[in-house]
Every structure is written in structure tokens, then in C-alpha cells.
């Protein structure tokens, strides 16, 4: 059996070209990792929320938290007052987001007057 490094003193060249290709394998390959590990990442920006859009998550998020507060009480891990004065805050906080819900909806929903249209071409009345 032919040792390792008589293997590669036969099998490079007297220039050690073969050597120089490894090299320039290594870099290649440390270049590309580099590029590939640093490359600009498009910033996807998220959509903009409005206010009846975050209303209806806060919404969503009142009524999971009188969800739990019921099964905290039910569990025995609060007293009486503590669950009354609680579930008291979070409903009247679920009221106003419903009420400003609703105030918004309404708004949205209007019907705006156009001007009528006038047949002798003398534009809209004042």
C-alpha cells in the first residue's frame, strides 16, 4: 500500500498546480458561502392595520381573557371580589370596544348624497 503522503507527492505536479487548485476551490467555495450567508433579505412589511381591524383583535382578546378569568375562578385560584371587580373591568373595557366598533361600522356604512344630476348642464344646486 502506497503511504498518504507519498500518494500526493505523486500525484501533484512539480508546479503544484494541483495544490493551487484546491486552494482556489476553498476560496471559491468560502466567497460563495459568504455571499450567500450576507445577502440583502427583501423586507416584506405587514399590512397596515386599521382601527376597526385592531378594535376587532382587541376584541378577540378581551373575550379569551374573561374565558380564562372564569376558568381561574371555577378552578378555585381566585376569590369572589377579586373575579367580581375583574371580570367587572374587562367587561366594561369589551363594552367601549364594542360601542367604538359599532360607531365605526356605522360610519363606513353611510350613504353619501351625490349631486343630482342636472339635464340643462347648470351644474348642482347650492
Known amino acids: ?5 507519498l500518494y500526493l507527492q505523486m500525484s501533484s505536479g512539480p508546479d503544484g ?6 486552494w482556489f476551490g476553498c476560496a471559491l ?9 450576507f445577502r440583502p433579505v427583501p423586507v416584506v412589511s405587514a399590512e397596515e392595520k386599521t382601527r376597526l ?8 382578546q378581551i373575550y379569551e381573557n374573561l374565558r380564562d378569568l372564569n376558568f381561574e375562578y371555577k378552578a378555585g385560584k381566585l376569590g369572589d371580589g377579586d373575579f367580581n371587580s375583574m371580570r367587572d373591568s374587562m ?5 367601549g ?6 360607531q365605526l361600522e356605522r360610519a363606513a ?6 349631486p343630482r344630476n342636472d339635464p340643462a348642464g347648470k351644474g348642482a344646486d347650492a
Do not use: C, H, P
Request: charged share 20%.
Open 29 to 37: 467555495f468560502a466567497a460563495a458561502l459568504m455571499v450567500y450567508v
Open 53 to 60: 381591524m385592531y378594535l376587532y383583535e382587541r376584541k378577540e
Open 97 to 102: 370596544v364594542l360601542a367604538e366598533i359599532d
Open 1 to 5: 500500500m502506497i503511504s498518504l503522503a
Open 109 to 114: 356604512s353611510r350613504t353619501y348624497a351625490y
Open 91 to 95: 367587561e366594561q373595557e369589551a363594552a
Open 17 to 22: 498546480s494541483d495544490m493551487t487548485f484546491v
